[in-house]
């Protein structure tokens, strides 16, 4: 099987990282069977003209092809930039897109790179998303789009659109995961050493973020250590161990730090990380509660829906990715 091309536009201006970390994770891509398999994927950089272009950064790329002798594309991604909001720039871009939308299978922009896909009028109508700092001037901009600041990344037909820098991998991960399976996305993940693939509704601002940003010493960093020990003893005795207090400074410390008791932060991280792994496929309840932590289903039902105000089951049921994948089948537009 011939590999599927991918094409990255670039140009004087870009996000470094919203090219090169999406055009990696393909790139990394291999199909499951087979002691040396071929590479799945050929990314090919697409420039305005065949000069080399510079990013935001300072650093310098050189384009494969140009806008004049680009091949067919299976996937067309836009990345983002601020070079791509000045307007001769964005003009070009977004005519070049117009002239090959018919042709490709799926067109996908990340983080600001919706500037240049949005003047087009494809995403007209659709659920997009793109970095939360610019989601009010997309919406006041393009009317016709329906602009959500929180998810990732979206998908709404053959569109997908996500939000800043490493959302990019996110979404290149389920752009490969549609093809390949999550197998092989997976193991993408592995090789980038991304900590965790995350899925497209969760929200750019994580729990264990928002707890650091509310801190400044060293309990900047005990969410985030707590979040990747949930199945472990989090006790009010290992997490003051752990900043070097006793129990009864921390409990002091931790409520002026998060504004919340030891016993509930743990809760809420243990909970948020329950209700993105009931998302994912073929979830299983009781294997969800145990691996964030909850010794009791009953302990965790209960929990649960103080904090979501639905048990487990309904939650995965209602916003797992089955029922993801049917709302999408159903309600997008090709």
Same mark, same amino acid.
């Given at each position: 099987?011939?590999?599927?091309?991918?094409?990255?536009?670039?140009?004087?201006?870009?996000?470094?990282? @919203?090219?090169?970390?999406?055009?990696?994770?393909?790139?990394?891509?291999?199909?499951?069977?087979?002691?040396?398999?071929?590479?799945?994927?050929?990314?090919?950089?697409?420039?305005?003209?065949?000069?080399?272009?510079?990013?935001?950064?300072?650093?310098?790329? *050189?384009?494969?092809?140009?806008?004049?002798?680009?091949?067919?594309? @299976?996937?067309?991604?836009?990345?983002?930039?601020?070079?791509? $909001?000045?307007?001769?720039?964005?003009?070009?871009?977004?005519?070049?897109?117009?002239?090959?939308?018919?042709?490709?299978?799926?067109?996908?922009?990340?983080?600001?790179?919706?500037?240049?896909?949005?003047?087009?009028?494809?995403?007209?109508?659709?659920?997009?998303?793109?970095?939360?700092?610019?989601?009010?001037?997309?919406?006041?901009?393009?009317?016709?789009?329906?602009? #959500?600041?929180?998810?990732?990344?979206?998908?709404?037909?053959?569109?997908?659109?996500?939000?800043?820098?490493?959302?990019?991998?996110?979404?290149?991960?389920?752009?490969?995961?549609? @093809?390949?399976?999550?197998?092989?996305?997976?193991?993408?993940?592995? #090789?980038?050493?991304?900590?965790?693939? $995350?899925?497209?509704?969760?929200?750019?601002?994580?729990?264990?973020? $928002?707890?650091?940003?509310?801190? #400044?010493?060293?309990?900047?960093?005990?969410?985030?250590?707590?979040?990747?020990?949930?199945?472990?003893?989090?006790?009010?005795?290992?997490?003051?161990?752990?900043?070097?207090?006793?129990?009864?400074?921390?409990?002091?410390?931790?409520?002026?730090?998060?504004?919340?008791?030891?016993?509930?932060?743990? #809760?809420?991280?243990?909970?948020?990380?329950?209700?993105?792994?009931?998302?994912?496929?073929?979830?299983?309840? *009781?294997?969800?509660?145990?691996?964030?932590?909850?010794?009791?289903?009953?302990?965790? $039902?209960?929990?649960?829906?103080?904090?979501?105000?639905?048990?487990?089951?309904?939650?995965?049921?209602?916003?797992?990715?089955?029922?993801?994948?049917?709302?999408?089948?159903?309600?997008?537009?090709?």
């Amino acid at each position: 099987m011939r590999p599927r091309r991918v094409g990255f536009v670039g140009f004087d201006g870009v996000t470094a990282l @919203d090219l090169v970390g999406p055009l990696e994770a393909f790139a990394t891509a291999r199909p499951p069977e087979g002691e040396n398999p071929p590479p799945s994927y050929e990314p090919l950089v697409v420039g305005l003209t065949a000069r080399p272009f510079t990013a935001d950064s300072g650093l310098v790329l *050189k384009p494969n092809r140009t806008f004049a002798n680009a091949p067919r594309f @299976d996937t067309l991604i836009i990345p983002g930039g601020p070079g791509l $909001r000045r307007p001769a720039v964005t003009a070009a871009v977004s005519a070049w897109i117009a002239s090959r939308a018919h042709r490709v299978r799926r067109l996908a922009s990340v983080c600001t790179g919706i500037y240049g896909l949005a003047p087009t009028g494809l995403l007209d109508g659709r659920r997009v998303t793109t970095h939360w700092r610019f989601a009010h001037d997309v919406a006041q901009r393009f009317p016709a789009l329906r602009v #959500e600041a929180a998810p990732l990344f979206l998908k709404d037909g053959r569109f997908y659109t996500s939000a800043g820098i490493t959302a990019g991998i996110d979404l290149a991960l389920a752009l490969i995961e549609e @093809d390949w399976g999550p197998a092989v996305s997976l193991s993408v993940a592995r #090789e980038l050493v991304v900590y965790l693939k $995350r899925p497209g509704d969760q929200e750019q601002f994580s729990e264990p973020l $928002r707890f650091q940003l509310r801190s #400044e010493d060293r309990f900047a960093d005990l969410a985030a250590w707590i979040a990747t020990h949930l199945d472990r003893d989090l006790s009010v005795e290992t997490l003051a161990e752990r900043v070097h207090l006793s129990a009864r400074q921390f409990r002091r410390r931790c409520k002026q730090a998060f504004g919340t008791t030891p016993a509930a932060l743990v #809760e809420e991280l243990r909970l948020a990380e329950a209700s993105r792994r009931l998302t994912a496929r073929a979830a299983d309840v *009781k294997g969800v509660a145990a691996a964030v932590g909850f010794n009791s289903g009953d302990v965790f $039902r209960r929990a649960f829906e103080r904090r979501f105000s639905l048990p487990p089951s309904t939650y995965r049921s209602r916003f797992g990715a089955t029922a993801q994948r049917s709302r999408l089948t159903n309600g997008a537009r090709s």
